[in-house]
């Protein structure tokens, strides 16, 4: 079967800096244009197109990029990621409801309400290693539901009803139902997450974390300091998280536990192997397929989880990497002042 | 060879205080619950010294590196680096006090290139943080980590594999690399595990050279099976068996040590 990850990388690296612009943003103007494209063949019957397109997909593919960088690039099995998603949007819900704070003013606070999270979890649990972490993480995440199903504040198994829309901004109004806008909005995000993880990627912290994932010891023993290199990694996937949390909460107007369950944490650590650990590109097909899926074949109704099962099973044996595994070869990374 | 002028200071300074002690340890004792791997072990190192570490199979050696370098838990002992005593180091610090370690076998990252592999060594000198990074702010610095690994690449003579990945090359050369990154840091003692462990007779002459140039530049702990290595590249040895040492100085003398003889070869009643 052909590399389509080393096909791409091809390409791109045989292109000039105008080509490279062009298909940047080429790709941006496909993904921008996607709702457009309810009336085709990718629409879904059912289910509301665009709905869709800004959950599960949008958020999926925002989530799958964080948890992409605990779990792709250092190596560190997170169970729990739901966790962060459900501290982003209840910090939303509570502040936005209690509070005259508006979204855009939020959304720097869900995004440092799960970093803190994120340290907090991750002093303790990066102490430990691989499997042990994972149930670490997979109690965590369900240690924030069960905060949320009980404390009074949180609204117990109602959760936080009435959470306002974000206020427009350039003129653009967020009402309720109009999903492409929330859709663009979560577009934005992505872009700034990717460029975020690809400036990372390609640097000192790239490296620490790959070693890292590696051969832990070795990394350490060349001074990479592993601790805080890993805590960083579950802080950033927490960012990430975070944010995805706020939209979600302020796209839906009504969070209750019952949207935080393991399940979804599942879900997004699939998107993630599914589409190729630790290369973006793949985690975002992951995630585009695994939240479309789903509903595209909505008609089949009970038999759907069926086939949705049945793909993940063939592809993982046709593909065990994922659909566009990892780099195979790397080459150098920065070409200029090479001696 | 083009070596950084940073390089070149260190050498010349060196020349000058060559019987100064880099490196003294104390009754070095570790132990694993009833078992002692080592007992009392007293060991100096002068600079640009090669001292050779030898003994019998699980005599201790690398327990000896492993203590260290901060992977074991020493059960007493002092550590004493330039005349000053130091903590026993955690792993990561290994690097800002001055020491390397390579590891028995390799050790590099098979899915980094040979670069990424010794950038990594490098990351002690870099300046620019996380944040920077994340930003993009970091390029200069990068360009730098990326010039002295090519220099230390260069300097085992593997310059132009730079852009291959460390898993899909063969066992000698990622020797050489797994030494170019640990040169990379600049260290002033370097703790070398079996260097020429599995490599065949050119490659073990190469070795041989490699490590008596390198004495130029830092102080070497050697861990080696290889006799012929050892005779020939160092300066005093230090003999362990069942985690004492038994035998320590220079080279005839100790191949002469009936204590030596007979741990190695077993005696005749």
Not at chain 1, 123 to 150: H, M, Q
Not at chain 2, 30 to 52: I, P, Y
Not at chain 2, 127 to 146: F, H, M, N, T, Y
Request: glycine fraction near 10%; include cysteine; proline fraction near 4%.
């Amino acid at each position: 079967m052909i590399n389509l990850r080393d096909k791409g990388a091809e390409v791109w690296e045989n292109q000039g800096r105008a080509g490279r612009v062009a298909i940047a943003v080429g790709g941006i103007a496909i993904a921008a244009s996607l709702p457009f494209m309810g009336g085709t063949i990718l629409n879904t019957p059912i289910a509301d197109y665009e709905s869709v397109l800004v959950y599960p997909i949008a958020m999926f593919v925002l989530m799958a990029i964080g948890l992409n960088i605990v779990i792709g690039k250092s190596g560190l099995l997170d169970l729990g990621y739901v966790a962060f998603f459900a501290i982003g949007a209840y910090t939303m819900g509570l502040l936005g409801t209690k509070t005259g704070l508006n979204t855009w003013e939020i959304l720097p606070i869900g995004i440092a309400m799960a970093m803190f999270s994120g340290i907090i979890l991750g002093v303790p649990a990066l102490k430990l290693r691989g499997d042990y972490l994972a149930i670490v993480t997979l109690g965590f995440g369900e240690i924030v539901r069960i905060v949320a199903l009980n404390l009074g504040a949180l609204g117990r198994s109602e959760g936080i009803q009435g959470i306002p829309t974000p206020p427009g901004i350039f003129g653009i109004e967020y009402a309720f139902d109009s999903h492409r806008i929330y859709y663009w909005t979560l577009l934005i995000l992505i872009l700034f997450a990717i460029w975020m993880v690809r400036r990372l990627s390609v640097r000192r912290a790239g490296r620490a974390w790959e070693s890292i994932r590696q051969d832990e010891d070795a990394a350490e023993l060349l001074g990479v300091p592993t601790f805080k290199y890993k805590v960083w990694a579950f802080v950033l996937g927490a960012s990430v998280g975070g944010a995805a949390g706020v939209i979600y909460a302020s796209k839906t107007l009504f969070i209750a536990p019952d949207n935080f369950t393991l399940q979804i944490s599942i879900l997004i650590l699939a998107c993630v192997v599914f589409g190729g650990m630790g290369n973006i590109w793949g985690v975002i097909l992951g995630a585009v397929i695994l939240g479309y899926l789903p509903d595209r074949i909505r008609f089949l109704s009970e038999a759907r989880l069926l086939v949705f099962g049945l793909v993940l099973v063939i592809m993982m044996n046709l593909r065990p990497d994922g659909l566009l595994p990892r780099k195979k070869r790397e080459k150098a990374l920065i070409k200029k002042g090479s001696s | 060879m083009r070596l950084l002028p940073e390089l070149g200071l260190v050498c010349l300074e060196s020349i000058h205080m060559s019987e100064h002690n880099l490196l003294s340890i104390k009754s070095l004792s570790v132990s694993f619950g009833g078992l002692k791997a080592l007992t009392n072990v007293d060991l100096d190192l002068n600079q640009n010294e090669v001292v050779g570490l030898i003994g019998p199979n699980g005599a201790g050696k690398t327990t000896f590196f492993n203590a260290l370098s901060g992977l074991v838990d020493v059960s007493s002992g002092t550590l004493e680096i330039n005349g000053k005593s130091h903590k026993w180091p955690k792993p990561y610090e290994l690097i800002d006090l001055g020491i390397a370690r390579t590891l028995q076998g390799v050790g590099l990252f098979p899915e980094l290139t040979v670069l990424e592999n010794v950038m990594i060594g490098a990351n002690k000198t870099a300046k620019s943080g996380l944040i920077a990074s994340a930003l993009g702010l970091s390029g200069s610095d990068e360009l730098r980590l990326k010039q002295r690994s090519m220099i230390a690449l260069e300097r085992v003579y593997t310059a132009s594999l730079a852009d291959e990945k460390a898993g899909s090359l063969p066992y000698p050369v990622t020797k050489r690399i797994a030494i170019a990154r640990a040169l990379v840091s600049e260290p002033r003692i370097l703790l070398l595990d079996e260097p020429a462990g599995g490599l065949g007779a050119q490659d073990i002459e190469w070795m041989n050279s490699l490590i008596q140039n390198l004495a130029s530049q830092c102080s070497v702990i050697l861990v080696e099976h290889h006799m012929d290595v050892v005779m020939s590249v160092c300066d005093r040895l230090y003999v362990l068996n069942f985690g004492e040492v038994i035998a320590s100085g220079d080279v005839e003398s100790v191949r002469r040590d009936p204590a030596v003889v007979e741990a190695y070869l077993g005696v005749s009643h």
